[in-house]
Each structure stands twice: as structure tokens, then as C-alpha cells.
């Protein structure tokens, strides 16, 4: 045996077990339940990208603030069934301190005398992922996890059986996990439709919540959904890590809201670029960002008017800081239809330098209101 190597882990999950049990000095009995996010979700990693992030859907109000964590650099984090958020916070602390998923996950059950009720996915920035079902988490529950050999573990100390195990799998790239189902079809129904879809890392996990909804999803309908994705490495400044973050509280059809959402969160990371290109001075990236944004929220069902209405109108601006005037007219006048108070706004611009300060040019932008 490397001693060498063992000893630092066994000091490591030593410590991890003590500060969870820090923050749990008060810890409820192992049966008492926690909030009850009975739900599916899957956490993943984009090998092409290093992209990671983290989906869920649940018949609970708001899971996106308690069941999904993720950070750029670090890993992504689903804790479930009888919530312990704290498996959140610390999953993240101890995959930063440099160990892996299947680490950080061991480290955090050692500590909880209420881990049978839980259910966790786990992924570390290196695409190392561990995923846990208690034996005491609601029929239909289980796991699944990607990896060319995926190893499995199963748990029979007391309460669990060997005919009810707790089950620990540790694999790559991504793991699915779902309890209270309708059927135990669903996991296996997520591994497959994300292992199968094309498109990036948000597309896919998409997929897979679809996958589950589709093969029957939670037993007790459904209410609420989230998706995060963070990139590869962080940059020291969190608010720029994200990709996407989306939330969907409370709806008849939370994944189909989270899929507009998606989108419409891709159109605005088109938006935030055109607005940097601007601040830059770079007119040919503004228009090529501000174009993108208008194309994607031009066929995304459910976008309003007034949101089109300003994509529109800064790709417009976008060409008339370029000095292609005539070609920006159609796209003011098809603006200034949608949403009258941009006719009011043109007047200003040109005091801050977003548009020419000439009143020429201002007229005839403006004259396509009429």
C-alpha cells in the first residue's frame, strides 16, 4: 500500500468529516426529514469544453435555490431526497482544496448520521464523478454514472439490507440521480438521451431532464427546475463564470419554461458580449453580437415584443455607428412598432456617444416612427 498517498486522503476526508459535523452539532435524527426535493437531476462535464454544470427538476417549490450548486474550476454539486444543503457549500469547499468528487462525497456521508435519506451528485473539475442513493431514499430511486468502467459500491450496514442497499457509484463526465420516481426507468432514461444528444453541455442536460420527464418523472407530478453551467476555469471573478443560470420556481411545465429560459439566457450572453464590444469601440463585434442575440430570440417561443423590440433596436445602432445608415432604417422602423419608448430613447443617445451626434442622422432614424 503507498502510505504516502493514502495518509493525505485519510487526513483529508478526517477533516472534511469534522467540519461537516461542525455545522451539524445539532444534527436532526437520521429519519427526520430535511426539505423534501424529491426530484431528478444529473451533474456534468463537457470533456471538449471542460464546461461543467448542473440540472434538476422536482415537484418542490424553488429546488434551483437549494438542490443545484456549481463553480468554475471546482465541480458542480445535486444534493436531494432529504435535503442537506450544506453537502453544497462543502462539496465545493473540499473539491477547491484539490480532492476529487468521489473524495469529497465519501468524506461528507462518513460525517452525516443522516446519509441514508440522501441522495448526492457530485463532479470535480477533471470530470471525476461520484453519485449516492441511500437505502431509505422513496422507491423509485437510484443512480447512474458515465465512465468507460464505472464502479459500483453497495452499503448494508444498518438501517440498509442486502436487499435494500445504499448504492455509491463512481464514474466520468456524468452522473444521473432520481428518487420518489414512477418508475425505475427514469435514470437509466437520463444517462442515455445525454450520452446520445449533440450540442453543447446545457443542451444536453436538457435532454436528459426531458428523458426523465418522458419516462414517467416524478411520482408526484412536477413543479420546479434549474440549470447552471460554469466555464472550464475561473477567472477570480464568479460573476463572469457563469454561462447559464436559470430558474424556473413554480410551473405546470417548468421544462418547458426552463427551455425558454435557456435560450433566452443564450441571447442575452450575445447581448452582454455586444455591450462590451461597444464599450471596446469595436463596432464590428457589437453588430455581430447584437445580430446573434436577434436571431436567437426571434424564434424562441414566448420571448415578448419588448425584448425582441431592444435586440432589434441595438443591432440597428450597431450599423449606424458603423455608418450603414439606410441599412439600419428597417430595423428602427420594425423597433419603434414593437415598443414606442426607443423613439424617446434615440434622443438621448447621442448626448452619451451611442449614437452620432448629428442631427441629420437622428432625424431620419427617428422619422421611421411615423
Not at 434538476?56 to 424553488?62: K, P, T
Not at 458580449?273 to 442575440?293: C, F, I, K, M, Q
Request: glycine fraction near 8%; proline fraction near 6%; charged fraction near 20%.
Amino acid at each position: 500500500m503507498n502510505w504516502k498517498r493514502v495518509l493525505p486522503i485519510c487526513a483529508v476526508l478526517f477533516c472534511t468529516a469534522l467540519l461537516f459535523a461542525s455545522n451539524h452539532k445539532k444534527a436532526p435524527a437520521p429519519m427526520k426529514p430535511g426539505p423534501l426535493a424529491h426530484t431528478f437531476s444529473i451533474v456534468a462535464r463537457d470533456p471538449q469544453t471542460g464546461e461543467i454544470g448542473v440540472a434538476v427538476q422536482s415537484h418542490w417549490f424553488n429546488v434551483g435555490s437549494i438542490v443545484p450548486w456549481a463553480e468554475a474550476g471546482v465541480g458542480a454539486v445535486a444534493t436531494q431526497s432529504f435535503v442537506d444543503p450544506s453537502y453544497g457549500k462543502l462539496g465545493l469547499d473540499v473539491m477547491r482544496a484539490g480532492r476529487s468528487a468521489p473524495e469529497a462525497l465519501r468524506g461528507l456521508l462518513a460525517a452525516d448520521p443522516g446519509r441514508e435519506v440522501r441522495q448526492v451528485g457530485m463532479i470535480d473539475a477533471n470530470g471525476n464523478v461520484a453519485s449516492y442513493t441511500g437505502c431509505n431514499d422513496v422507491y423509485a430511486a437510484g443512480n447512474e454514472v458515465g465512465g468507460a468502467d464505472p464502479k459500483v459500491e453497495y452499503g448494508t450496514a444498518a438501517p440498509c439490507t442486502k436487499d435494500r442497499p445504499s448504492v455509491f457509484r463512481v464514474g466520468k463526465d456524468f452522473a444521473v440521480q432520481a428518487n420518489m420516481m414512477a418508475n425505475d426507468r427514469i435514470w437509466p432514461a437520463m444517462a442515455k438521451a445525454f450520452r446520445e444528444t449533440k450540442g453543447d453541455l446545457a443542451d444536453r442536460m436538457l435532454a436528459a431532464l426531458d428523458a426523465a420527464q418522458a419516462a414517467g418523472g416524478d411520482l408526484r407530478g412536477r413543479q420546479s427546475a434549474a440549470l447552471i453551467v460554469v466555464k472550464a476555469k475561473s477567472s477570480g471573478q464568479p460573476w463572469n463564470d457563469q454561462i447559464f443560470n436559470v430558474r424556473v420556481d413554480d410551473n405546470p411545465y417548468p421544462l418547458v419554461e426552463l427551455r425558454r429560459l435557456v435560450a433566452l439566457s443564450r441571447a442575452y450572453n450575445h447581448m452582454n458580449a455586444g455591450d462590451l464590444a461597444v464599450e471596446h469601440h469595436d463596432n464590428e463585434g457589437a453588430l455581430r453580437e447584437y445580430s446573434a442575440a436577434e436571431e436567437i430570440a426571434s424564434h424562441t417561443e414566448g420571448v415578448p415584443k419588448s425584448r425582441l423590440a431592444e435586440m432589434i433596436y441595438w443591432h440597428a445602432a450597431a450599423l449606424v455607428n458603423m455608418g450603414k445608415v439606410q441599412e439600419s432604417l428597417p430595423l428602427f422602423k420594425k423597433c419603434f412598432a414593437m415598443e414606442k419608448s426607443w423613439v424617446t430613447m434615440t434622443s438621448r443617445l447621442p448626448k452619451v456617444g451611442l449614437l452620432p451626434n448629428d442631427p441629420k442622422i437622428i432625424d431620419e432614424i427617428l422619422a421611421q416612427a411615423k
